[in-house]
């Protein structure tokens, strides 16, 4: 009864945290203005507007630029969010009642952002298709299982595949509601927001701990947030990268077959896949 209590208290704390979070001034990424002003340098524009009004899939944008657009993203969210982190560590120990959960706040609404431009750049749709402050439980469940992957979950690996999945079956321009909040990928959801809560309360108390002593505190907290926020992104960033719901038209993923490049094949070595992209190799239609 107990841990049952203690597991409905964490989902909700993580719950509030992200509905909090979302409400805050500037978190929720328009994506049509984000795909033109991160694609516009590196696409015609016949592709940047069918990428706006389908997906850069179907606009056929090769998945290194979308790497390239992804990593800069990345590079921008953490230096905004490692600065913002700093500058809530400068006033010390008799600030943290009001510090902490600010920065703590920050931190998650600049999760949510990357999160957006990533799943954008990969062909998601709008996860945020209304202008309601509220998160609808089909949003709420999709960024759950974001945040999962980018803590290093393996259950929310397979449940963001899943969804994937039935988004490029079904060339859906909306979430599937039904398998987010009903579904089989509910009860996924369900524990990964449990294991969030328990995963922000220990960054909580670490925040509290690296903010005690003023200006150096400063200097932790920044490089804390640094340490941790990018290669979260890089690890949500990678598993969108590599679904098959991100592959530019005219492909087809075939999962577990060895890429060769045509150096090696002309040498008849093949190229060891590393985990992610390279175990993926495209069938021409």
Not at 130 to 158: E, P, R
Not at 235 to 261: M, N, W
Request: charged share 25%; proline share 5%; glycine share 8%.
């Amino acid at each position: 009864m107990v841990t049952g209590e203690m597991s409905e208290n964490a989902e909700s704390r993580f719950s509030a945290l992200l509905a909090g979070a979302a409400r805050l001034p500037g978190v929720r990424v328009d994506r049509e203005a984000y795909l033109r002003a991160a694609l516009a340098r590196h696409c015609s524009e016949d592709q940047l507007r069918r990428a706006m009004e389908e997906t850069p899939a179907a606009a056929g944008i090769p998945l290194d630029v979308l790497d390239r657009v992804a990593d800069a993203s990345i590079r921008y969210e953490t230096a905004k969010v490692s600065a913002l982190s700093a500058a809530a560590g400068l006033p010390g120990v008799l600030a943290l009642p009001a510090t902490v959960p600010a920065d703590l706040a920050q931190y998650v609404g600049h999760m949510l952002r990357i999160s957006q431009k990533l799943a954008y750049l990969y062909s998601w749709p709008d996860l945020f298709s209304t202008d309601n402050d509220d998160l609808d439980d089909a949003t709420k469940g999709v960024l759950t299982l974001f945040f999962g992957v980018m803590f290093g979950t393996q259950s929310a690996n397979a449940a963001v595949g899943k969804v994937a999945g039935m988004i490029s079956e079904q060339v859906a321009k909306k979430l599937p509601q039904q398998a987010l909040t009903k579904g089989v990928v509910y009860p996924v959801v369900k524990k990964v927001a449990q294991y969030l809560g328990v995963e922000m309360t220990k960054q909580t108390f670490a925040k509290s701990v690296s903010k005690a002593i003023p200006l150096v505190g400063a200097a932790v907290s920044g490089g804390l947030t640094f340490a941790t926020f990018r290669p979260m992104s890089k690890r949500l960033k990678a598993h969108l990268s590599g679904l098959e719901l991100a592959e530019p038209a005219g492909g087809q993923v075939i999962t577990g077959e060895v890429i060769q490049d045509e150096d090696r094949q002309a040498a008849g070595e093949a190229k060891i896949p590393k985990p992610g992209r390279d175990w993926r190799v495209l069938k021409r239609r």
